[in-house]
């Protein structure tokens, strides 16, 4: 697979329905990452929202598995909302995957990784750098 087309993919904003959610504490409050459903070339599909309730600034960082930067991006706002489409064909394929939501102002990171046993997505690790 190309790295070029898969950040290339990766940066691709959506517009799918939501499905079930799961939930993880965020720097401010509640974050959340959830898988939302498959685009309409069947790759799957990431929704990532801070639900920072005052304006903010944010780095977020995207790594494959092995841990390769797939995007790199900062967002600046309240309520702060993106999708990801991963460009794998499986949602098994993108188990490991890690989304690192740092706090440019408190230094804090949230990363949420996918999971492969599941369609859902955990919070595994907040830290204070």
């Known amino acids: 697979m190309n ?8 940066v691709t904003v959506l517009a799918i329905g939501f499905t079930n959610s799961t939930y993880a504490n965020g ?6 990452l959830k898988f939302v459903g498959h685009s309409a070339n069947n790759l799957p599909v990431f929704q990532l929202s801070l639900n920072n309730s005052t304006a903010a600034e944010y780095t ?3 790594r494959d598995a092995e841990k390769r930067i797939l995007l790199s991006e900062k967002l600046k706002g309240e309520n702060i909302s993106r999708r990801y ?10 188990a490991g995957t890690t989304f690192e939501v740092t706090n ?6 949230t990363v949420y990784e996918v999971s492969s046993s599941r369609k859902v997505v955990e919070n595994v690790v907040v830290s204070k750098l």
Not at 27 to 32: A, H, K, L, T
Request: net charge negative; charged share 30%.
């Open 60 to 62: 977020v960082t995207v």
């Open 85 to 94: 489409k991963l460009d794998v064909e499986e949602l098994s394929l993108a």
């Open 104 to 109: 440019k102002l408190t230094k804090e990171t």
């Open 3 to 10: 790295f070029r087309t898969m950040a290339v993919a990766l």
């Open 27 to 32: 720097p401010e409050g509640q974050g959340e």
